[in-house]
Each structure stands twice: as structure tokens, then as C-alpha cells.
């Protein structure tokens, strides 16, 4: 595994929780990351993602204002801080590795994808 996402869970709306991910085995500090989110029988969407240096950010606008990404290229990992949730931000999330170092939303574009970790946002 190269990269272990981590920090789902059950919530009510309104809620927040912060997903992890973090690089083993090698490093990703000069790849931009993203994080995308999938639920069954649909298609992986994108939800963020950060430049290699954390200097750019871009989001979804299904999530922009509500989730904030960031990384600590120190500790390779990567972050995803989701307040004020919603039921329909229940998905499994993934964190993933881009080719290279610039930001992009686009799934083709991610080369390193972690095993998803699912939040469940409840009414």
C-alpha cells in the first residue's frame, strides 16, 4: 500500500471530520494530490485537490467552502478538513497521487490512488 487514507465515519449533518492520507513506501512531496469520492453504481468524482507545494487549491463546487484541503509534505501526508457535511458527501473517499506536480482535477490525470475510506452523513 502507498497510500492510507483514514478518518471516516458516521456523522450527522451538519458535522465535520478530517480525512488523512498518508504516503508509504515512497514519497509523493512532488506530486499534487487530490481527493475523490464515489458511491456505488456511480461514477468517482472529484473533490479537491492541492498543489505539490500546497501553494493552490481546487475544489468541487459541490464542496468549495465546506472543505478545505491541505498537505505537510514533512510527514507526506495529505488532508481533507469536511465541515458543515451533508448527506449527499456520503461516499467512499480516495486520496490519490497525481503524475506530476501540478494540480488538476481530472481522475486520468492521478497515477496512486489509496483504498478509500467511507463517511456515512446521516439526517
Known amino acids: 500500500v502507498q497510500l492510507q487514507a483514514s478518518g471516516g465515519g458516521l ?4 458535522d ?3 480525512l488523512s492520507c498518508v504516503a508509504s513506501r515512497r ?4 506530486n499534487a494530490m487530490g481527493w475523490f469520492r464515489q ?3 456511480k461514477e468517482r468524482e472529484f473533490a479537491a485537490a492541492i498543489n505539490w507545494n500546497g501553494g493552490d487549491t481546487v475544489y468541487a463546487d459541490s464542496v468549495k467552502g465546506r472543505f478545505t484541503i491541505s498537505r505537510n509534505n514533512a510527514r507526506d501526508a495529505v488532508y481533507l478538513q469536511m465541515n458543515s457535511l451533508k448527506p449527499e ?3 467512499v473517499y480516495f486520496c490519490a497521487a497525481a503524475i506530476d506536480s501540478y494540480i488538476t482535477d481530472s481522475a486520468r490525470r ?3 490512488w489509496g483504498q478509500g475510506t467511507l463517511v456515512t452523513v446521516s439526517s
Open 110 to 112: 492521478y497515477k496512486y
Open 39 to 41: 458511491v456505488a453504481g
Open 11 to 14: 456523522v450527522q449533518a451538519g
Open 89 to 91: 458527501d456520503t461516499a
Open 27 to 30: 514519497t509523493f512531496r512532488n
Open 16 to 18: 465535520s471530520l478530517r
